[in-house]
């Protein structure tokens, strides 16, 4: 089992928001279990928190941005990337403006601070997805995917291919978190000279200069451009290197740009809000695809959770046999359908019912092709929810269960002969005057087979 893990003291750094050019702090405090990554605000009233959360991306252009409530949260993607890249699961991020500090344009003075601080281990354990099957997004407008496959760890690969000589076709692959430090965190952020003379026209790089952006000279520079570089960077001076980038940076890898891309995909898959186990294999990746994609494996991810099916030794003696089950529910064969009780406590019960071909509803439900109806899975899920009010009341022999009212019911699955069906029903809120509201789900093979919101109140037989 993998304990989650949090920083072992808080550390502040600053520095200039890339977009805002503001001056900004950024400090980084320890978290409780199952925090996740949370933004606080500190220069806004109440110090709103924002959640590192796919569904709050509300803009992709040029960087990450995040917002709840009207507070923002811009370019988030490095400091999350950095966060999952040392392998932390819970902190509090505290800004003091909309945009953490652009630094060096990679995650690298991150890293570092949080290796200076050290981490710690948390007594919770790791939640982590494991990928079953292929997950894919498309954007069909640009031709970018995503996909998630099935592996042993977490594993990136970015291809990136922007249709210019200057760049060119570029791979980038992590096989393993680890190799985050030291092969893709000092990786930089970069442009192209057309994208960056639109931006400064817009005053939309208020922050940048040539020391935390690759700059890629896609374009002949007119000596106008080349005047307004200069003021632009503070620069006395601009020449263009062989390799085609403006000069005062010297790459950290001839495929730099495609392992910053791999950075952006893991900052912005950490808005998925769980660890993934599985390769992830990004063409043309960019922040828009990268968070559609998250918000795709989060709704996933969200549903199998709720439908996860809970696992119970079957051979294990039961808390309750059909014959203390019948001392409690007034029913009988051949409409009694709960066989066993294996586990209650005051707020959920689980039960169980051996499917057989003897089950009377098989002689003409349907000849030639037996299936268990829909309504009697429903029965059986709404006695097994008849145990656990009943176990409120001292005298239970003397009370009928009735039937208020049944919300949201589906079926996910055929239930057949020689099938085990599980029931858990869990109280939605607490019993009040012999009224039990519940979620009631029924399992068998593995799967989910139907689910139903259940209301009943109990009255006394007179």
């Known amino acids: 089992m993998v304990k989650q893990t949090t920083i072992k003291s808080e550390i502040s750094l600053k520095g200039v928001g890339l977009h805002t050019g503001k001056e900004v702090t950024m400090t980084f405090k320890p978290a409780p279990v199952n925090n996740g990554f949370t933004f606080v605000r500190v220069d806004l009233e109440g110090q709103p928190i924002v959640e590192a959360d796919a569904n709050y991306v509300v803009n992709t252009q040029r960087g990450t941005n995040l917002e709840k409530k009207g507070v923002k949260i811009q370019t988030s993607e490095h400091v999350l990337a950095a966060f999952v890249g040392c392998d932390v699961d819970n902190v509090i991020i505290e800004l003091d403006a909309s945009e953490p500090p652009i630094m060096d344009g990679s995650s690298k003075f991150f890293v570092e601070a949080i290796e200076k601080v050290g981490i710690e281990e948390q007594d919770a354990e790791r939640k982590v997805y494991t990928v079953k099957e292929v997950i894919s997004y498309t954007d069909e407008t640009t031709g970018s995917e995503i996909i998630v496959m099935p592996a042993d760890d977490y594993q990136v690969t970015a291809m990136v291919d922007f249709g210019t000589k200057v760049l060119g076709t570029?791979?980038?692959?992590?096989?393993?978190?680890?190799?985050?430090?030291?092969?893709?965190?000092d990786s930089r952020t970069f442009s192209f000279l057309h994208e960056l003379e639109a931006l400064l026209d817009n005053g939309?790089?208020?922050?940048?200069?040539?020391?935390?952006?690759?700059?890629?000279?896609?374009?002949?520079?007119?000596?106008?451009?080349?005047?307004?570089?200069?003021?632009?960077?503070?620069?006395?001076?601009?020449?263009?290197?062989?390799?085609?980038?403006?000069?005062n940076l010297t790459l950290h890898y001839p495929n730099e740009a495609a392992r910053h891309k791999l950075l952006d995909v893991i900052g912005d898959l950490a808005l998925v809000g769980i660890r993934i186990k599985g390769k992830v294999i990004a063409n043309k990746p960019g922040h828009f695809v990268n968070t559609q994609f998250a918000k795709k494996l989060s709704k996933i991810i969200k549903i199998e959770q709720r439908n996860q099916v809970p696992v119970y030794d079957l051979n294990q003696e039961p808390l309750m046999d059909v014959n203390k089950i019948m001392s409690m529910l007034p029913h009988r064969p051949p409409f009694l359908l709960v066989d066993k009780i294996l586990e209650m406590s005051d707020s959920h019960v689980v039960g169980l019912k051996n499917v057989t071909m003897n089950e009377s509803f098989f002689v003409g439900h349907f000849p030639g092709a037996p299936v268990m109806p829909g309504v009697l899975i429903v029965e059986a899920m709404a006695q097994t929810g008849g145990i656990l009010i009943l176990s409120s009341v001292p005298d239970p022999e003397n009370y009928l269960t009735?039937?208020?009212?049944?919300?949201?019911?589906?079926?996910?699955?055929k239930v057949l002969p020689g099938d085990t069906l599980v029931f858990k029903c869990d109280l939605i809120s607490p019993i009040r005057r012999g009224i039990c509201h519940m979620q009631a789900n029924a399992y068998a093979n593995g799967k989910?087979?139907?689910?139903?919101?259940?209301?009943?109140?109990?009255?006394?037989?007179?």
Do not use: C, H, W
């Open 448 to 462: 989910l087979v139907a689910e139903a919101e259940l209301m009943a109140q109990i009255v006394k037989n007179s």
């Open 170 to 185: 570029q791979n980038a692959t992590l096989k393993n978190i680890k190799e985050f430090k030291t092969e893709i965190a």
């Open 402 to 413: 009735y039937f208020m009212k049944i919300d949201n019911v589906r079926f996910k699955q």
């Open 204 to 247: 939309l790089i208020k922050g940048g200069d040539l020391n935390n952006a690759i700059v890629y000279v896609d374009k002949e520079i007119s000596p106008e451009t080349m005047e307004n570089l200069k003021k632009a960077f503070g620069k006395e001076d601009l020449t263009v290197k062989p390799n085609g980038i403006l000069d």
